[in-house]
């Protein structure tokens, strides 16, 4: 069975910093992997996702996430944040193309 | 395109009630999945179908909890005798077949109904 590891529960940044939220995955075959985000009062959205092809995918919003096959690691990037960047993200793998397993999420914070 | 829609939004009720919870998934979708979420924690896998079947159901819902697609579109989940502990966001979420026929597990998700059980 699969699962999913983030392994920071919060992150405070200040706006226009850097932020790496990171994700750790298990599975015993190949994956697909995705990135949601939940704003406050909101559904899931989806941010990005992993698929097959180049590692490194962009998604809305000026994130992108790098699939590590070695590390089994997925980690979620973003080079400039903003207040509105102000959520919870969320990893999930997909293996066999089942179901999603999601991890217990990453809240992140900016601050001014 | 509408959408993942859910309905009711929210539910009030009291222990031992009854509630039944309704989810439209996007039409072209084939597979439709209920999820459930609690306060802090990501959204836990309950069952999916595929068409019409029930192909997996979770070994964490018990037999207060059913779920039915009878003609392959939408959806019920129904909690027989809720407890508090049923409280939570219940998530409806659709995903659709790619171009070459897979499924990549991708999902578009509802607003969600969120159930309060007193």
């Known amino acids: 069975a699969q699962s999913v590891t983030q392994l920071d529960s919060q992150v405070p940044v200040f706006e226009e910093a850097p932020v790496e939220l990171r994700c750790n995955y298990s599975s015993s075959v190949s994956v697909y992997l995705f990135w949601y985000v939940q704003y406050p009062n909101q559904g899931l959205q989806l941010l990005l996702k992993?698929?097959?092809?180049?590692?490194l995918v962009k998604g809305i919003n000026g994130f992108e996430a790098e699939f590590n096959k070695s590390q089994t690691s997925f980690h979620l990037r973003k080079p400039s944040v903003h207040i509105s960047d102000t959520a919870e993200y969320f990893c999930?793998?997909?293996?066999?193309?089942?179901?999603?397993?999601f991890g217990q999420g990453t809240r992140l914070t900016i601050n001014p | 395109d509408t959408g993942v829609s859910q309905n009711p939004r929210h539910k009030i009720t009291k222990r031992g009630q009854n509630v039944t919870f309704r989810c439209d998934p996007i039409?072209?979708?084939?597979?439709l999945y209920w999820y459930r979420q609690t306060l802090g924690q990501g959204p836990e896998f309950l069952t999916y179908f595929q068409n019409e079947a029930q192909l997996e159901k979770s070994r964490l819902l018990s037999d207060r909890f059913s779920a039915e697609r009878p003609k392959g579109s939408f959806s019920t989940l129904e909690i027989q005798r809720t407890e508090q502990g049923d409280s939570a966001m219940y998530l409806c979420a659709s995903s659709p077949k790619t171009s070459g026929g897979l499924n990549t597990g991708e999902l578009f998700f509802g607003e969600g109904s969120r159930l309060t059980v007193l």
């Open positions: 992993y698929l097959s092809g180049s590692t």
């Open positions: 999930a793998v997909s293996a066999g193309a089942q179901k999603l397993v």
């Open positions: 039409s072209e979708h084939n597979r």
